[in-house]
């Protein structure tokens, strides 16, 4: 009997594919690379969208958008794949045992992000205390309401995904459910209240990436963090998708875990940027 007959008979899902891709490769699979090839077209979209700005333009200004919407695309694509294979497939049709490797993959790819993000908080300090941030363009009221708002939005999520994770290992899944989907909304939240932040710096405000070293920093920073919480968003709701269809258990819940540690992190790293950015900007650093 097949794997798929396995997982029809015994759960009554039904697995699009068995096998990884490329097949007859073992444990060998592209999904990471794929994925890792979309994130990398994010990237160059976004220095493309720089390049096109400013009094001398050296490229067109469609040419950033539609790679960076290229790269989403195929970034979006190979995470399905990498999902799919990793977990969905795996809980179906495994042996009913958890994969430890997968928790460790995901604390070596929070120390790659560690450095991302450190890079960037680097090039920030440099700046502030640089004698190029006299002519600083800090909006009024920076660190305000709609800040500490989200702030403790995004709190609140790492604790509700924390105890969604505790009620399940209690083999609580009511409890489980409704505080995942709770987390879920909450992140969602969040991603509406950085998009109202935007609209109001750069229609009201008059910011923009290209208009100074605070600019810079501010929207390659938060950017760059949001970028992270819209994929914690979308690795939330395939949990949550999950979750409803029968999936997870006191004794097999890799998924939750993985992505709490993820969720947790982006968490971590915006109080660090609303300390450092929001908070740092309107203080008075001159010697």
Known sequence: MTVADDSTEDHGHHLPAVEDWPKGFGEASWWPFVTALGAVGLYVGAALFVLSRGDTPLIGETAGPAVFVG????????????????????FWSGDGHENSGLRWGMILFLGTEVATFGAGFVYYFFVRVGASWVDAHVPEGFLGALVLGNTAILVVSSITLHFAHTALRKGN????????????????????????????????????????????????????????????????????????????SPERHTSISTVSM????????WVFLVVVLYAGAVVDLTF
């Open 71 to 90: 790269g989403a695309l195929v970034f979006l694509a190979g995470l399905y794949g990498w999902v799919y294979h990793a977990f969905v497939k795996h």
């Open 173 to 248: 899944r009511s409890r489980f459910i409704s505080l995942l989907v709770t987390t879920l909304v909450l992140g969602l939240v969040f991603i509406a209240g950085q998009i109202y932040e935007y609209y109001e710096f750069i229609v009201h405000e008059g910011l923009s990436l290209s208009g100074g070293v605070f600019e810079s920093a501010f929207f390659g920073l938060t950017g760059l963090h949001g970028l992270h919480v819209s994929l914690g968003a979308v690795l939330l709701g395939i949990l949550t998708v999950r979750a409803l269809n029968g999936q997870y």
């Open 262 to 269: 993820y969720w947790h992190f982006v968490d971590i790293v």
